[in-house]
């Protein structure tokens, strides 16, 4: 069996870096804590778990702190993980199995899923072998990997808590006003991720042109271009017009072909502009499964259940209630203790 480092970079993470740690202790050989500078006992709560635990001055350069920290590891790979993350007791023993053919597979690059948001599991580069590659990127950091890859079988939540969003609010966008400011010259990611934290900050303007600027990229990566696309057009909703942002959507999936989140977009943007013979289109083709999803980004069961959801609205507010009826008992199979399968259950129930 392969032994693994599990690496960690902290911050005053007392509030969720204990729950990290007793998910890691079942399967890791060796825990690296590299501190960043807490002023709170994060250090504390790391140390009953490893004696590794090493201090790291903060430059504003996250791919420097992960850096240091696979450079304290000692064991055949290196898995990295957020101090909010969270592995259930299955994904766990996944991961203890996955220690067994680690050798066997004949490449140095492992992915495995990653659950980030409410309706979509990104496939991120989870463990390494020692030593076979670096972090990239002072904020949003990667691993430059050019080896072939292997897809691991299990899953990581990132469970960050609302204390955590508050406390790091616009600390990303300061990072990147500063490397702005220090000529620092930004990579098509950096474009990217810099017009996300703009959008994310509510700087709207100055995100529709990085946004812009990252579109025209030559070498910007199709799965980031349908993000980018979609930030796009709540931008243009929120500055524009609802059929400015509709008709920018529409051009998108031309563009970039039926992906799932991009049907979602034009159908929910369609749906409040009260266009719903309209809407019904992009929901009916995710839920007949025409929408596309790709390696990366997997599209979960969530927009079916959302679509679902505004399909059943959408025939109720165009006064097919049975119909509507319908698509609401196919949502409310797949999750009947949903508050909206609740609230929508007293319009429904009487037809």
């Not at 590299?34 to 635990?53: C, L, M, R």
């Not at 290196?78 to 993350?85: A, R």
């Not at 991009?262 to 369609?270: Q, S, V």
Request: proline share 1%; glycine share 6%.
């Amino acid at each position: 069996m392969s032994t693994l480092s599990v690496c960690i970079i902290a911050k005053n993470e007392s509030e969720v870096i204990g729950r990290c740690l007793d998910c890691v202790k079942s399967f890791a050989d060796e825990i690296v804590v590299v501190d960043t500078g807490s002023t709170d006992n994060t250090k504390e709560i790391a140390s009953k778990y490893t004696d590794k635990v090493f201090d790291f001055e903060w430059i504003d350069d996250f791919a420097a702190a992960r850096n240091f920290s696979f450079s304290k590891a000692t064991k055949d790979y290196v898995m990295w993980l957020d101090c909010d993350d969270i592995i259930d007791e299955d994904n766990q023993r996944a991961i203890l199995g996955c220690k067994q053919t680690l050798s066997t597979l004949g490449c140095d690059t492992f992915l495995a899923r990653y659950y980030i948001g409410q309706s979509t599991t990104t496939t991120v580069t989870r463990i390494i072998k020692r030593g076979s590659c670096q972090w990239v990127g002072f904020v949003h950091e990667y691993l430059a990997s050019t080896t072939r890859r292997y897809t691991l079988d299990f899953t990581i939540r990132h469970g960050k808590p609302a204390s955590s969003v508050e406390r790091d609010s616009g600390r990303n966008l300061r990072i990147f006003m500063k490397k702005m400011a220090e000529n620092v010259e930004f990579s098509t990611r950096d474009i990217l991720y810099f017009a996300k934290e703009l959008y994310w900050n509510g700087k709207y303007r100055p995100a529709l042109r990085w946004f812009n600027k990252f579109l025209n990229q030559s070498d910007a990566w199709i799965e980031d271009c349908i993000e980018a696309s979609r930030m796009k057009a709540d931008i243009i909703g929120h500055i524009g017009k609802a059929e400015d942002m509709i008709d920018f959507l529409a051009r998108s999936i031309v563009k970039y072909g039926m992906n799932t989140r991009l049907l979602y977009n034009c159908g929910l943007a369609l749906y409040n502009a009260k266009k719903y013979k309209e809407a019904t289109m992009y929901f009916l083709a995710i839920v007949n499964g025409l929408g596309i999803n790709s390696q990366y980004f997997i599209d979960t069961t969530d927009y079916t259940f959302l679509s679902l959801i505004w399909l059943s609205c959408c025939y109720w507010y165009s006064g097919d209630k049975l119909t509507g009826k319908r698509f609401h008992e196919l949502a409310k199979a797949i999750r009947p203790n949903s508050p909206t399968i609740q609230t929508n259950e007293k319009f429904f129930g009487g037809v």
